[in-house]
């Protein structure tokens, strides 16, 4: 093929050194290329060529077709009318330089007609067919072909004529002197000027010894087990495949030449996948491969060694792949036998740290073990022979020893087991001791032990699990003081709460609180005792804790944030406290102010968001960062499955703690109130409410034409706050009804349940029902009424008016707090 493009560059060069013009021009009749004697006569000047009558002639347009027959371009060739005996001069000259060629090459060039009959040969064909160019001229092309060939040529003769495509095709050659000759040719149509196949031309090359390489190469590859293929980039279409591939794959070579994807089919489906992607990948890159895969014949397994290398064009573009596939079962069995043994000796290496041991397999006697395990074990080297492995496990886990050991015998598979073990001057340790089978010549011959003592490990995640316990309770601890403290409205509430809570959480023998006269600290305080400063009132105020016990760590930091949070309310409580007793007096006397109910509030409000800041950037981010460390040490360190279940169950823990902090810090304070605005802000509140009440809630709500002040807003989510406490602490309830509408510039807010009621009178004129006297100033302060009705067993009836268009008095006294 390769002489043949070579002659068709020639012929090219010749049109170009021609002594006459020559032009050729695409189908849209543009000049595309011209020779040196067309610049010569018509200059560069292509676009404006006008052939001059008289002067110069043509032929007409010769056809150039591709080689799919279709019409590419034209040649024309100009005569000088005065120089025609020169033409035929250029034109012998050029007929002799064909000629010098065809004789000259070592390929045979063959011009047959369309009838199948040699029209001409070049002298060529003597050396390749002995037949000389007289005798082989006039003969029928196929009369020298092996006849167990010549059918499959003629049809390949026939294909070219009615595709008018080129072909190439292979096949052996019956020599004048009788021998086989083997022969590759490239069979390609010559077109007349209608389009029609004229001739057919084949280049005709000798490729015996090739052919006997390649014999010899098929030989060698039968002999060492080995297959070479070679095939097109994408694996679709084989251009070379030796017949050894059958003995490898059971294959026929047909099938495979036909289907190369077919050598997929017996490859074990884990290689087969790792070849389709990660092999084809490099390949496409241009990477050469050598991997070793497994077959699969019925119950047999063979394990093939494939050298695969791309061969790339000039461009860098994968071409086609050529390889090598070499069974090398014997060797890779020979090599997992060695391993098998070389695993035996490498797990009785005696430096090794953990404790190592032997078992033979009829009851389970200790064949050998390494000094490790006499250290783990606390039994002497020297004493291990004839001793029994299950007489130093502890009674209560023989059976799950037992399991684990029997599971390596039927399973052959190694497995892991934790146990105690006896005999240790310290008493039981806790080890785990993974079971590994020994295996010889295939066949089960004994278990291997290896043996780590966990016992430290065991008690450090016992204790983990007991802090984290505690930890838990600590922080649901404050969860809950953290919800009551928002509830707390007196000095004395707040101080027995927190008595309540150290003694229960700390476990403390006595828990008090305490007024230290200044200056005499260091003589009245029990350095014995803790001492914890937690507000001022006419001398300092102490908590003071008596415990027979060390505090932890934690419980420190449970107590310095539950008395943090106190720290924070008790101040200003006990101005609270005492603002409210001489608002008490004033309420008595009808001269409370509303201007000095509404600083109050807002300034309980500020408490609140105060309170509610520091839970979310204290508590809340310390609760959050513990749990993703413990998250982190649960998912990298080696747990065992119940301490794995164990520390999980304390991350979620974590999260209820986390969940339910967030859940305090927006009722202290609310934080899309306002920008929800009332109703859809109540609307969530009752939605919450909902999951934990056990009675239905009923809501209504108008849509209100006037706004509402951040006052309002916040006084009446307050009070609905109060009322829904209240239902759940005392109503009994089964339905509760609430409906906010407005008309006539006031703010309607009723609430009604069906619960056990109370006596109102009993409360009358009093603070002490803080609840209730709570809504009755929230609405007082706002301008409003409230009107109460209750009796026992006539459920608990509210109704609230707020003046919406009213200007609030004193708002300068709450921007001093704001």
């Not at 290329?33 to 001059?52: T, Y």
């Not at 014999?215 to 002999?223: A, F, G, V």
């Not at 430096?351 to 200790?366: I, M």
């Not at 150290?502 to 005792?529: F, N, W, Y």
Request: net charge negative.
């Amino acid at each position: 093929m390769n002489r043949f493009q070579d002659i068709m560059k020639g012929a090219q060069q010749l049109l170009k050194q021609m002594p006459d013009p020559v032009y050729i021009v695409d189908p849209d009749d543009r000049i595309v290329w011209v020779n040196d004697a067309f610049r010569e006569h018509f200059g560069d000047g292509i676009g404006n060529f006008e052939l001059q009558k008289g002067s110069w002639t043509s032929d007409g347009k010769i056809p150039i077709r591709g080689d799919d027959g279709e019409t590419i371009a034209f040649t024309v060739l100009l005569k000088h009318c005065a120089g025609q005996a020169a033409m035929d001069k250029a034109q012998g000259q050029l007929d002799e330089k064909y000629r010098i060629m065809a004789e000259n090459m070592l390929d045979a060039i063959v011009l047959v007609d369309s009838d199948a009959i040699v029209r001409y040969v070049s002298p060529s064909i003597q050396s390749l067919t002995g037949f000389s160019t007289k005798e082989y001229e006039g003969m029928d092309a196929f009369d020298v072909i092996h006849p167990d060939d010549r059918d499959r040529v003629r049809g390949s003769y026939v294909e070219v004529l009615q595709s008018k495509l080129p072909v190439s095709l292979e096949y052996r050659v019956i020599h004048a002197q009788g021998h086989t000759l083997y022969a590759e040719a490239r069979v390609k149509p010559v077109l007349d000027s209608e389009g029609h196949v004229k001739y057919v031309v084949a280049v005709v090359r000798d490729v015996t010894e090739r052919k006997k390489a390649e014999q010899l190469l098929e030989n060698i590859l039968d002999n060492v087990n080995a297959a070479v293929i070679s095939t097109d980039k994408d694996f679709t279409r084989m251009t070379y495949c030796s017949a050894s591939i059958e003995k490898i794959f059971g294959l026929s070579k047909q099938d495979i030449v036909a289907s190369p994807i077919r050598m997929h089919t017996h490859m074990h489906p884990e290689d087969d996948a790792a070849l389709m992607h990660e092999v084809k990948h490099q390949l496409d890159m241009g990477i050469s491969v050598v991997k070793t895969f497994r077959l699969l014949h019925g119950e047999e397994t063979k394990w093939i060694k494939m050298t695969i290398h791309p061969y790339l064009d000039l461009a860098g573009e994968v071409e086609r792949i050529d390889g090598i596939m070499m069974d090398v079962t014997e060797k890779k069995r020979s090599e997992l036998a060695l391993e098998e043994s070389e695993q035996r000796y490498k797990s009785l290496f005696e430096n090794n740290l953990d404790g190592v041991f032997s078992l033979e397999l009829s009851g389970f006697y200790f064949v050998n073990a390494n000094r490790s395990f006499e250290t783990i074990t606390g039994i002497q080297f020297d004493k291990l022979h004839d001793r029994c492995f299950m007489g130093l496990i502890m009674d209560e886990d023989h059976a799950s020893v037992y399991g684990a050991l029997f599971h390596v015998i039927q399973r052959q598979e190694s497995t892991d087991i934790e146990c105690r073990i006896v005999g240790s001057a310290h008493g039981e340790k806790i080890v785990t001791i993974t079971f590994v089978p020994i295996f010889l010549s295939g066949e089960l011959n004994g278990i291997h032990g290896i043996v780590k003592d966990i016992t430290a490990r065991k008690r450090e995640e016992r204790e983990l699990i007991r802090r984290e316990e505690r930890y838990k309770v600590l922080q649901q601890s404050l969860n809950r003081f953290s919800n009551d403290l928002a509830n707390v409205m007196k000095v004395s509430e707040l101080e027995n709460r927190l008595l309540e809570e150290v003694k229960a959480v700390l476990q403390a023998t006595r828990v008090s609180i305490e007024e230290v006269p200044r200056g005499r600290e260091q003589a009245i305080m029990d350095m014995s005792d803790i001492w914890v400063k937690i507000g001022e009132k006419q001398q300092p105020v102490y908590l003071r804790i008596a415990m027979d016990h060390a505090m932890l760590g934690i419980e420190e930091e449970w107590l310095e944030t539950a008395v943090h949070y106190v720290t924070i309310l008790y101040d200003n409580l006990h101005l609270l406290e005492d603002l409210m007793k001489r608002m008490e007096d004033m309420v008595t006397n009808k001269e409370t102010p509303k201007w000095m109910l509404r600083l109050l509030f807002q300034l309980s409000e500020k408490e609140r968001a105060s309170l509610s800041s520091d839970l979310h950037d204290s508590v809340l981010q310390d609760l959050i960062i513990w749990y993703r460390k413990l998250e982190s040490l649960r998912s990298t360190a080696a747990f065992d499955k119940e301490a794995q279940r164990e520390l999980k169950q304390i991350e979620e823990g974590l999260l209820d703690a986390i969940h339910q902090i967030r859940i305090t810090c927006n009722e202290l304070r609310p934080p899309f109130l306002l920008k929800m605005g009332l109703v859809e802000s109540l609307k969530s509140l009752f939605s919450y409410a909902r999951m934990f009440s056990n009675y239905e809630i009923e809501f209504s709500a108008e849509k209100l034409d006037y706004p509402l002040h951040e006052e309002q807003i916040l006084g009446v989510y307050r009070i609905v706050q109060e009322l829904i406490n209240n239902a759940n602490k005392h109503s009994q309830a089964s339905k509760v009804t609430m409906a906010l509408t407005g008309d006539n510039g006031r703010l309607h807010f009723s609430y009604s349940d069906d619960g056990v009621g109370m006596d109102l009178s009993a409360f009358e004129g009093s603070f002490q029902h803080m609840g209730i006297a709570g809504i009755e100033k929230r609405v007082f302060s706002l301008e409003g009424e409230v009107e109460l009705k209750s009796a026992p067993k006539q459920g608990f009836h509210v109704n609230i008016y707020i003046p919406t268009n009213t200007q609030l008095k004193g708002e300068r006294y709450g921007n001093l707090i704001g």
